[in-house]
């Protein structure tokens, strides 16, 4: 085969300029990368998740009623667009484990009718129990690892409140809960929250509720609306305590792959863009660097007739191997790290199979968008090729002309002779030294907009468990109990101090906008579970009115003094409307407060608690578990401390792992624009330096000329990087809230210490790869060369 | 041998062998010289005759094989880099065929460069009033005539007041008008500073200008004559 000159030169030029060659090419294959694991990580789990609900009959709309006849389904079946419904019952319970000191809690759940019904499930291991048996159940995978269950195990368990030994016939999964989040837990934690699927009639048995249902969930005909549903079932479910149906889009677990899916797609829109842009500027700096260089090759070719075309294609040529080079990293990268997220997912998503993408679609759409900067990064330069006429091109380059500009800034800081160099090096290129002052602030904003999430988080926890939930444990009674249980709980050994609280489902509405959500009632001067001002004092409850949280208040687009309709979806349903005496700080979840006696009159009932808040002597805390556990009244019991060791220890693996991926994009970002920046730098004042050198400057003198130049565009950097990040951070913030939960925004000076301290490393480094060929400039080659 | 104060320059034996894989060029094959303090020398030989590479050691840009090369008391041939750096920033002025001046520095700058970092310097005025560019000062070389460049480059070489003033070839990019004001810029500066002066040329009608006359020939010194009639640079003619 013989290559044709052209192309000869193009392979050598990039074996020649290898080191910024490879730098280029990691810029874009932190881009491709970031493309495939985005865009591949959202349809992996978009696809595997629509996949599971569709072969598992996901339901559409979900309602829970306090207790409704079978026969009530039947007329819910009649509800236009709705294709199948299925009632059945769900009910918390407490775990009995002999080995588990702390109290954990289980979801029963109906098992579903196997063939046509609803939220079917995947069975991994055993069989299905006996329809008839009353022992007999299906727990879920994560439960069942976390317990080393299996079938033929029994399961100890508090089941509306009295001791049951169940049989453990099978071990499942559920598209109802991918994210299998337990009551009053901020992470899912398989080992204190499991879901254990019981048959019917059992179930029916242990809670009282035969012939009976408690929860209802429909399956809508295709292109039903879900709202003129939930309006015609909550009109049915009223009489039976209905708290409202929620649609899909409310399931929590549906929410949280939402939320996820939404992160991932945020993440696209910022960091490949990132990439390709700095890429397509090193591509830019770099090519015409060489073009310059090259000036008189380019005009022997087109002299010796050679077409423009061909001699601009060979450039272009140089740069699609380069990007060629950058796809192939990218993609063998963005591969790993998919298979990373994919495992990563595994921890918190619990799906039959979820491996990631390997669609070609993915993998070309980030080839194509990532050749196309690269050549986007090169029009500039080789439209300079085309033009260049082959007469000019023989003739040496016009001297660069510089000129005196900001003679006062000089007077004032009395620059020596070698930075006065810089400056005018720095000016004479000003786009390219804004350029790369960009490129190292977009190393140092990537940092910025990752760094910043962890220290609000524990801010988010700072506010939420130390100041406003104060409380040790929380412990919820099944329904709504009078003083003398509070009493009851009180006397539990350890219990220290006892607040209970009130909750009432409501609807909350102000003009169009409406929200369903738990209203809490708290007692005057709480000291444990507090409402917190904006100020982060905690805020008086008012006689009358409510407070809501700040999300809500967004939600429903509801001010202080603003009048809202709140419909209480429980007991006598009244109807009221309550003006807003404040605004709250809260970041999990939409929130309600009220004077927990205000509520109970609203209600119009005695003084009912729905739960109770606990300090607890903590040696004691053991004796409590088992006394709260063995209460017939308790239905939950919640540990602050455990959900949060469970919350920051989930949070410290993933620390981890996002630290050094983003240090590393933000590292090769940095590198690469410094590398790049300087050896070009190097090569155009190389003579200069070099005639520095034969006047008895010291390399270390010479290389202070060039590091100069590098810290003055590293240095400006850091400033335009931290509000970029900022800015990206801020706007990560509206992307990631949801109803779920709000992050706030804290961006701590150690943030911006950080970042500015990884780029300034990774510059150093660079530097440092520089240093050599500074120490071996060639003194005589220069005097005996015209330039 | 006590060493004549008067002497600036020593070198015996210089030899210089360019390995290049199995081929070896001999630049040098021992020379033996010496210059007196303020003596103004003219080099001569063929082209590959060893004079830059002769020039070069004895400025402290490069090193020998063989042989000893001495500065009054340095022995140049031991310095290592750091040693010949200080010796070229102390008291050697260079000036080169090709000016070798800084682009983005203006006339004045340039000179600047070395007047910030030398022992004792003249201004950077002063320097450029010797070489009678005192006008020209702020423009940057981009902006300078190829002579005015040059004479910029001798300023900015005796600006330190150095002991020793190397030039190779300082009018080989020059015509013969512009070559004399360059020349008339070296002698008054020889004079002026008492700098020992070598001067690299290919044009031998300069040798009438000098104090002595040294030609070199494959590696040699194969001729060497001191001028007794030396003539004033504005009289020379080529
Ligand atoms: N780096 C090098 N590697 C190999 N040989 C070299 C090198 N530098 C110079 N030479 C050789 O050494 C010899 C002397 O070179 P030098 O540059 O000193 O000659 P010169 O007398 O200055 O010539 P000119 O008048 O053309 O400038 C030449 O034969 C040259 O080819
Ligand atoms: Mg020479």
């Not at chain 1, 310059?292 to 191997?321: C, D, M, N």
């Not at chain 1, 509520?599 to 040696?619: F, Q, T, Y």
């Not at chain 1, 240090?663 to 050896?679: D, E, K």
Request: with cysteine.
């Amino acid at each position: 085969m013989v290559i044709a000159p052209l192309r000869r030169k193009v392979l050598r030029d990039l074996v020649r300029l290898w080191a910024q060659v490879l730098a280029i090419a990691l810029v874009l294959a932190a881009g491709v990368a970031t493309l495939i694991l985005g865009n591949g990580a959202y349809s992996s789990l978009f696809e595997a998740r629509a996949r599971y609900y569709e072969q598992n009959r996901f339901a559409d709309v979900f309602a829970d009623v306090t207790r409704a006849p079978r026969a009530l389904l039947a007329q819910i079946e009649e509800i236009e667009g709705v294709l199948d419904a299925e009632a059945r019952i769900l009910k918390l319970g407490l775990l009995d484990l002999s080995e588990m000191k702390e109290p954990g809690s289980v979801l029963f759940v109906t098992l579903p009718d196997s063939g046509k019904g609803l939220n079917q499930l995947h069975l991994r291991r055993g069989r299905l129990p006996d329809p008839q048996s009353a022992r007999e159940v299906i727990i879920d995978d994560g439960f069942a690892k976390a317990h080393t269950l299996g079938p033929g195990d029994t399961l100890p368990v508090m089941m509306n409140g009295q001791q049951r030994k169940l049989l453990i016939t099978g071990v499942a999964l559920s598209p109802e809960f991918i994210y299998a989040l337990g009551p009053g837990q901020m992470m899912p934690d398989p080992r204190r929250f499991g879901i254990v699927w019981v048959p019917r009639s059992s179930l029916e048995a242990a809670f009282d509720l035969e012939g009976a249902f408690s929860n209802v969930v429909l399956k809508l005909a295709p292109g039903a609306d879900p709202n003129r549903v939930i309006e015609a079932l909550d009109r049915l479910t009223a009489p039976y305590g209905g708290t409202g149906a929620s649609p899909r889009k409310d399931q929590i677990s549906h929410a949280f792959l939402d939320a996820e899916l939404k992160q991932l797609s945020a993440m696209v829109k910022v960091l490949p863009p990132i990439f390709l842009l700095v890429a397509a500027m090193l591509v830019n700096m770099t090519l015409s660097r060489l073009i310059t260089l090259e000036r008189e090759q380019i005009g022997l070719l087109k002299a010796i007739g050679y077409s423009s075309r061909a001699v601009a294609q060979h450039y272009v040529e140089f740069v699609l191997l380069i990007a060629v080079v950058g796809i192939l990293i990218g993609m063998a990268a963005g591969t790993w790290l998919g298979a990373g997220m994919a495992q990563m997912y595994a921890r918190f998503f619990s799906f039959p199979y979820l491996v990631f993408t390997r669609n070609p679609q993915i993998y070309g759409l980030a080839a194509v968008i990532t050749l196309a900067s690269a050549i986007g990064g090169a029009v500039y330069a080789v439209s300079t090729v085309v033009r260049l006429p082959p007469a000019v091109a023989m003739a040496p380059p016009a001297p660069a002309t510089y000129r005196q500009r900001m003679g006062w800034v000089r007077k004032l800081i009395r620059l020596k002779q070698p930075g006065v160099m810089v400056a005018r090096h720095l000016f004479r290129w000003p786009l390219r030294t804004a350029s790369s002052t960009l490129g190292v602030a977009m190393a140092v904003a990537i940092l910025v907009a990752s760094l910043w999430s962890f220290g609000s988080i524990n801010y988010m926890i700072d506010i939420t468990f130390f100041r406003s939930d104060r409380q040790d444990a929380q412990v919820v009674f099944a329904a709504p109990e009078p003083q003398r249980t509070l009493f009851a709980v009180r006397k539990m050994p350890g219990v220290l101090v006892a607040e209970p609280f009130r909750t009432v489902s409501s609807r909350i509405s102000h003009r169009q906008l409406s929200k369903k959500l738990v209203i809490v009632g708290h007692p005057a001067g709480s000291q444990l579970s507090r409402v917190l001002g904006a100020d982060l004092r905690p805020m008086a409850l008012p006689d009358d009115g409510l407070i809501l949280s700040e999300a809500l208040a967004d939600a429903l687009d509801v001010r202080a003094g603003d009048l809202v309709t709140i419909d209480v979806l429980e007991g006598a349903r009244p109807t009221v409307t309550l003006r807003v005496s404040g605004i709250s700080l809260g970041f999990v979840g939409l929130s309600a407060a009220m004077d927990i006696g205000a509520l109970n009159r609203l209600m119009g009932e005695d003084a009912l608690v729905s739960g109770v808040n606990l300090m607890i002597d903590e040696g004691q805390s053991p004796a409590f578990y088992a006394a709260a556990k063995a209460a017939p009244k308790t239905e939950l019991i919640t540990i602050t401390a455990l959900m949060l060791s469970r919350f920051r220890q989930t949070l410290a693996e993933n620390i981890t792992v996002m630290i050094t991926v983003y240090t590393s994009l933000a590292t090769i970002i940095a590198v690469g624009v410094v590398y790049n920046f300087s050896r070009i730098a190097l090569s155009e004042q190389g003579r200069e330096l070099a005639s520095l050198r034969v006047l008895g400057f010291t390399n270390r003198e010479v290389a202070g000329v060039l590091f100069a130049e590098l810290a003055v565009v590293v240095l400006l950097a850091q400033p335009i990087g931290w509000l970029i990040g900022y800015g990206i951070g801020l706007a990560m913030v509206a992307a990631f809230s949801s109803d779920l939960y709000r992050v706030p925004f804290v961006v701590g000076r150690e943030v911006f210490a950080t970042a500015s301290l990884v780029v300034l490393a990774a510059a150093l480094v660079s530097a440092f790869a520089i240093r050599g060929r500074i120490n071996n400039l060639d003194m005589i080659e220069v005097l005996k060369t015209r330039e | 041998m006590t060493p004549n104060p008067d002497i600036v320059f020593r070198a015996s034996g210089l030899t210089k062998v360019y390995r290049n894989g199995a081929l070896e060029v001999h630049a040098l094959r021992g020379i033996n010289f010496q210059a007196r303090k303020g003596e103004f020398i003219v080099i001569l030989g063929p082209s590959g005759s060893g004079k830059s590479t002769f020039l070069n050691i004895v400025g402290g840009l490069d090193t020998a094989t063989a042989g000893e090369a001495w500065f009054a008391d340095h022995q140049l041939t031991a310095l290592n880099e750091k040693g010949l750096t200080q010796y070229r920033r102390d008291h050697v002025g260079f000036v080169f065929q090709f000016y070798n001046l800084v682009p983005s520095l203006t006339a004045r700058e340039n000179v600047q460069l070395v007047t910030e970092i030398a022992r004792h310097p003249m201004t950077a005025d002063e320097a450029l009033a010797l070489v009678g560019l005192s006008e020209r000062a702020d423009h940057f070389p981009a902006q300078l005539s190829g002579g005015e460049q040059q004479r910029v480059a001798i300023a900015r070489a005796i600006a330190k007041n150095p002991e020793v003033l190397l030039c190779d070839e300082p009018t080989g990019a020059l015509d013969s008008a512009t070559g004399i004001k360059v020349l008339e810029a070296l002698t008054q500066v020889n004079r002026a500073v008492g700098a020992t002066t070598l001067v690299i040329t290919h044009n031998a009608a300069i040798r009438d200008i000098a104090d002595r006359v040294i030609r070199f020939a494959d590696g040699r010194i194969v001729e060497e004559s001191v001028n007794t009639t030396k003539k004033a640079a504005s009289e020379v003619v080529w």
